[in-house]
């Protein structure tokens, strides 16, 4: 892995530090995880780091092409390294557990708005509200699912 986040972030323009590696290698690890997850997991794996330190890594690492952030509705933002496609997200309104999804109707169909007011369109936000199966089978709602 670090090998490869090396390249990485060599190839995004970006120096090699020991914060953007273990941030890296954090956000590969947990996908979706928040910032203050990911500056717990870096501190764990490299020692003392401040929380600003991390917030600043990831922020050059979005900025930079090399991270997604996302941010839900009522939600902090959140990190992962898939980047260059156009998949969507699906989460779980009871426990707030975040998946990938592919989008529906492949890579560059979703980026087709109805009126798109004369933007040029170059990525799809589309986040999908449930519960996962572990929330359904513990509390089943009043619809008999």
Do not use: F
Not at 22 to 48: F, K, Y
Not at 59 to 66: C, D, H, N, R
Not at 106 to 117: F, K
Request: aromatic share 4%; with cysteine; glycine share 6%.
């Amino acid at each position: 892995m670090i090998e490869d986040a090396k390249t990485l972030l060599r190839e995004h323009g970006l120096q090699v530090t020991a914060q953007r590696l273990a941030v890296l290698e954090a956000v590969s690890e947990r996908p979706h995880a928040t910032a203050d997850e990911l500056a717990d997991e870096v501190r764990d794996s490299i020692g003392s780091v401040s929380r600003q330190a991390v917030y600043d890594a990831l922020g050059i690492l979005v900025e930079k092409g090399a991270l997604r952030r996302i941010q839900p509705a009522g939600s902090p933002a959140r990190y992962e390294d898939r980047v260059g496609d156009n998949h969507h997200h699906l989460i779980c309104r009871t426990c707030g557990r975040l998946v990938d999804v592919d989008c529906a109707v492949g890579d560059a169909p979703c980026l087709t708005a109805a009126e798109d007011s004369s933007y040029e369109i170059d990525e799809a936000e589309v986040i999908y509200w449930g519960r996962c199966p572990e929330c359904r089978a513990e509390t089943p709602d009043s619809s008999g699912d």
